[in-house]
């Protein structure tokens, strides 16, 4: 299981020892337990070698534990590429830009474009559910989001709603970050969206 945590794995540290991250399944708190192993994160030219921190939960998993993932808010689950660059492609893509065109000014080879834009498509309507819930979470007064041209389309505008009300009650900080919280980082998976009460503060 993953948990999507702060980029600064400094904070991040803290915060494990601290006892302030949940389990998200049973809410227990969890507990260092190693490391995951390192992967690549690549955010335009350059690419960063991270080694997530392991956590472990001793209140769902019984006497063995159950072992989570800390990843940070920068990426997404099985995807080498830094959140912010992802979702710059999507944008681009309702937008109306092609997808070559997209990879060509991303620096990116077109069939991991096409990768992205592809399982988007497919969790559109998950997605959209997804982030329409979190939006009325955060911001109970928020607009009704209407619908747009297409179902992709319906998805981003909900993704943009969401994170303009977890803007206004947390702050600002990077909108591919709350991406990537409310998600839990599995915007791209082939899996259902996790609709979970995620730590974002």
């Known amino acids: 299981m993953t948990v999507i945590v ?49 956590s472990i939960c001793t209140g769902c998993g019984g006497a063995r534990g159950k072992t989570h993932v800390l990843l940070p808010d920068s990426s997404l689950v099985r995807r080498r590429d830094h959140v912010e660059v992802i979702v710059s492609a999507i944008q681009a893509k309702a937008g109306g830009e092609s997808r070559a065109s997209i990879a060509r000014r991303l620096g990116r080879h077109k069939d991991t474009v096409r990768g992205w834009l592809r399982a988007f498509a497919r969790n559109a309507e998950a997605i959209r559910a997804s982030f329409t819930r979190w939006a009325s979470v955060l911001d109970p007064l928020c607009r009704p989001i209407e619908p747009a041209s297409s179902a992709f389309s319906d998805a981003l505008e909900a993704i943009g709603v969401a994170v303009r009300a977890a803007v206004l009650r947390y702050g600002r900080r990077p909108a591919s970050s709350f991406v990537s919280k409310l998600s839990q980082g599995a915007l791209l998976c082939n899996t259902n969206l996790l609709y979970r009460a995620v730590r974002l503060a």
């Open 6 to 54: 702060d980029a600064d794995q400094d904070k991040v540290e803290a915060d494990l020892l601290a006892g302030l991250l949940a389990c998200p399944d049973c809410k227990e708190r969890l507990s260092p337990w190693g490391h995951a192993r390192h992967r690549p994160l690549r955010r335009g030219s350059e690419e960063d070698r991270i080694r997530p921190r392991r």
